[in-house]
């Protein structure tokens, strides 16, 4: 393959097309899950996948009239998930050895494709002039997104989420198509390998995000100690996205009780804004006692709150003091396991009840580090 016969998936100088850039995480009060029973192709290639049509959906349509290519055979299959786990494809497992041939940055022609398709509505109380996202959690290992036929873009690095922005794309009145195509190998590939089960598809959430024209992008919250431990800043930095003068304001609160607040004018030009606090005596964060504190970031017009976000903040300093890991001036023994995101049954597709247990389990044996075994969470 060459020149423009070569794949984005097989091409190491494209990552993604049109994602937005990473962002803290947090989602937006107008929040809609995509979670759930898609209509679903498996096919051995990309070249005999689906190919994806410009239909428009009406509220009337019925749900059966959604698949995008009726040549194709389509069942449903849930997200998040795995599709090796669902009847398609099987697992497998590699250590050292891949499971393709070794030809970085190609994968082979066989490179088994998965079609997902769902119907969606955009909630009527989502105001006029909002930008509207779709959100991939993660995906298994690289895909392409379509709505209602408009390309929106491509994306890999499946343990990575990826957001576009699909406002140009969207009938707020009708009903709209989501095509998502999935390839089971890319680049991406090579780099992922690791000792455990390889599993392809949609396998962490999927939603549809509405965020208001006056916004805030990112936030960075990052807690200071002093040199004796005693006393702290709190150092805030958020992106701004608006078109009109707006107001940033900061809330710190401990348990319920309020404990300080700062805000700053953002006038319609202005990108970024700083905010902080001073915290006399705060509660320390160690893995023994780990007191949070509730940080609530506003962007207002006037007396108007447009967006909230909430943040969860942690006071402590961890340095390499002597040769060792102190946190908060003292020396501390890591007691520490090796992880991987796995479910017997579901995969990479853990519910949270299962992941909780399982954080508490290493507690209870006194864990207080985790690997996140070679990849990025």
Same mark, same amino acid.
């Given at each position: 393959?060459?020149?423009?016969?070569?794949?984005?998936?097989?091409?190491?100088?494209?990552?993604?097309?049109?994602?937005?850039?990473? !962002?803290?995480?947090?989602?937006?009060?107008e929040?809609?899950?995509?979670?759930?029973?898609?209509?679903?192709?498996?096919?051995?290639?990309?070249?005999?996948?689906?190919?994806?049509?410009?239909?428009?959906?009406?509220?009337?349509?019925?749900?059966?009239?959604?698949?995008?290519?009726?040549?194709?055979?389509?069942?449903?299959?849930?997200?998040?998930?795995?599709?090796?786990?669902?009847?398609?494809?099987?697992?497998?497992?590699?250590?050292?050895?891949?499971?393709?041939?070794?030809?970085?940055?190609?994968?082979?022609?066989?490179?088994?494709?998965?079609?997902?398709?769902?119907?969606?509505?955009?909630?009527?109380?989502?105001?006029?002039?909002?930008?509207?996202?779709?959100?991939?959690?993660?995906?298994?290992s690289?895909?392409?997104?379509?709505?209602?036929?408009?390309?929106?873009?491509?994306?890999?690095?499946? !343990?990575?989420?990826?957001?576009?922005?699909?406002?140009?794309?969207?009938?707020?009145?009708?009903?709209?198509?989501?095509?998502? !195509?999935?390839?089971?190998?890319?680049?991406?590939?090579?780099?992922?390998?690791?000792?455990?089960?390889?599993?392809?598809?949609?396998?962490?959430? &999927?939603?549809?995000?509405?965020?208001?024209?006056?916004?805030i992008?990112?936030?960075e919250?990052?807690?200071?100690?002093?040199?004796?431990?005693?006393?702290?800043?709190?150092?805030?930095?958020?992106?701004?996205?608006?078109?009109?003068?707006?107001?940033?304001?900061?809330?710190?609160s401990?348990?319920?009780?309020?404990?300080?607040?700062?805000?700053?004018?953002?006038?319609?030009d202005?990108?970024?804004?700083?905010? /902080?606090f001073?915290?006399?005596?705060?509660?320390?964060?160690?893995?023994?006692?780990p007191?949070?504190?509730?940080?609530?970031?506003?962007?207002?017009?006037?007396?108007d709150?447009?967006?909230?976000?909430?943040?969860?903040?942690?006071?402590?300093?961890?340095?390499?003091?002597?040769?060792?890991?102190?946190?908060?001036? !003292?020396?501390?023994?890591?007691?520490? &396991?090796?992880?991987?995101?796995?479910h017997?049954?579901y995969?990479?597709?853990?519910?949270?009840?299962?992941?909780?247990?399982d954080?508490?389990?290493?507690?209870?044996?006194?864990?207080n580090?985790?690997?996140? /075994?070679?990849?990025?969470?």
């Amino acid at each position: 393959m060459h020149g423009d016969q070569v794949p984005d998936y097989c091409n190491e100088q494209i990552v993604q097309k049109n994602r937005l850039p990473p !962002r803290a995480y947090w989602l937006p009060k107008e929040c809609l899950s995509l979670n759930g029973q898609w209509d679903f192709n498996y096919a051995s290639s990309p070249r005999l996948a689906p190919q994806v049509a410009g239909t428009i959906l009406t509220p009337s349509t019925e749900a059966s009239e959604s698949l995008l290519d009726t040549n194709h055979e389509w069942k449903k299959i849930t997200v998040p998930g795995h599709w090796q786990l669902q009847g398609y494809g099987h697992p497998h497992y590699t250590n050292v050895v891949f499971p393709i041939p070794v030809c970085p940055p190609f994968v082979p022609s066989e490179n088994p494709t998965g079609s997902y398709t769902k119907t969606f509505q955009v909630p009527s109380r989502w105001t006029e002039g909002s930008q509207l996202r779709l959100r991939f959690e993660g995906v298994d290992s690289a895909f392409q997104i379509w709505l209602n036929g408009v390309e929106i873009g491509y994306s890999q690095g499946s !343990r990575n989420p990826a957001e576009f922005d699909i406002t140009h794309a969207v009938n707020k009145d009708d009903g709209n198509i989501l095509f998502v !195509r999935v390839y089971q190998w890319s680049d991406g590939t090579y780099i992922e390998d690791q000792d455990q089960w390889w599993l392809s598809g949609m396998f962490r959430d &999927v939603y549809l995000l509405c965020f208001p024209s006056s916004r805030i992008e990112d936030f960075e919250v990052v807690p200071h100690l002093d040199e004796t431990y005693d006393d702290a800043e709190l150092k805030i930095s958020a992106e701004i996205s608006s078109d009109t003068p707006c107001e940033l304001k900061a809330e710190l609160s401990y348990s319920g009780k309020a404990l300080d607040s700062v805000k700053k004018k953002v006038s319609a030009d202005q990108k970024e804004v700083f905010l /902080s606090f001073d915290v006399a005596c705060p509660h320390k964060w160690t893995a023994e006692t780990p007191a949070l504190y509730d940080l609530k970031l506003s962007l207002c017009s006037g007396d108007d709150i447009i967006q909230t976000i909430y943040q969860r903040v942690g006071f402590r300093k961890v340095e390499l003091r002597g040769g060792l890991i102190t946190v908060n001036g !003292r020396r501390v023994l890591l007691r520490g &396991v090796n992880r991987h995101d796995h479910h017997p049954r579901y995969g990479r597709a853990v519910p949270y009840d299962f992941m909780r247990k399982d954080l508490l389990l290493m507690k209870q044996h006194n864990v207080n580090a985790l690997r996140t /075994s070679h990849y990025p969470k």
